[in-house]
């Protein structure tokens, strides 16, 4: 069957520190992968768009890799701050083709500790 | 939210009852979508529209039905309201590239409905 995974246990960490949260997928084969931030009793916000030829994506303190034969998306903040406490999702395009709606993993609670 | 509203933002309502929530959005993107976010599914796909009047299903369709009679204005119906479709309600909006590949979503803030 086809999977998302997310760590549906939240991840702590303290300031300043790297944050590397994980998509597992199975039996999908996405044209893009996509990060979104979603804050409590608010709407997911776009972060980042990895495409499947694409093996790592930068901006600011956000990076994202994709490796199609792991099946598996890294999402890294650098230099985390208290403010970057929010859950996390990663979504899909269960086609593969772009042309079709996206899928989303469940996302996991990141809490940086001051 | 990148110019999406959506209203209502709370709404109660029994068992049995009609309930409508409409999405609105001034960014004339092609593309609409309604979710629903529950704990331990996260976010999932009601309805999705690619157009004026044209509309699909998602994953989570059934008893829901939806309309898009202009670019703006995409509405959710609830036909007879039930608990199990207590949750919140995400309408969201993406363009399209190119030849017609979808890729970013803008979401809105979201309906909080609690059917008793």
């Known amino acids: 069957s086809q999977k998302i995974e997310q760590n549906s246990e939240a991840l702590n960490i303290q300031e300043g520190k790297t944050a590397t949260l994980t998509c597992n997928y199975t039996n999908y084969s996405p044209a893009y992968l996509q990060w979104y931030r979603q804050d409590p009793g608010r709407g997911p916000v776009f972060l980042l768009l990895?495409?499947?030829?694409?093996k790592e994506k930068r901006k600011e303190r956000l990076k994202v890799t994709f490796d199609t034969t792991l099946k598996q998306s890294l999402f890294h903040i650098t230099a985390s701050q208290p403010a970057d406490s929010a859950t996390y999702l990663c979504a899909l395009d269960p086609r593969g083709s772009g042309y079709s709606t996206l899928t989303f993993g469940k996302g996991t609670m990141l809490l940086v500790s001051p | 939210d990148a110019g999406i509203t959506q209203s209502p933002r709370h709404k109660v309502t029994e068992t049995g009852t009609p309930v409508t929530l409409r999405c609105h959005q001034t960014e004339n993107h092609r593309y609409m979508y309604w979710y629903r976010q529950d704990p331990g599914h996260g976010l999932r796909l009601i309805h999705y529209s690619y157009g004026v009047k044209d509309t699909d299903k998602g994953e989570v369709s059934d008893g829901y039905s939806v309309s898009r009679s202009k670019t703006e204005d995409f509405l959710l119906t609830l036909e007879s309201a039930t608990s199990s479709q207590t949750s919140v309600y995400f309408c969201a909006i993406s363009e399209s590239i190119g030849s017609g590949i979808q890729e970013t979503q803008y979401f809105g803030p979201g309906t909080r409905l609690l059917v008793l």
């Open positions: 990895i495409r499947e030829n694409e």
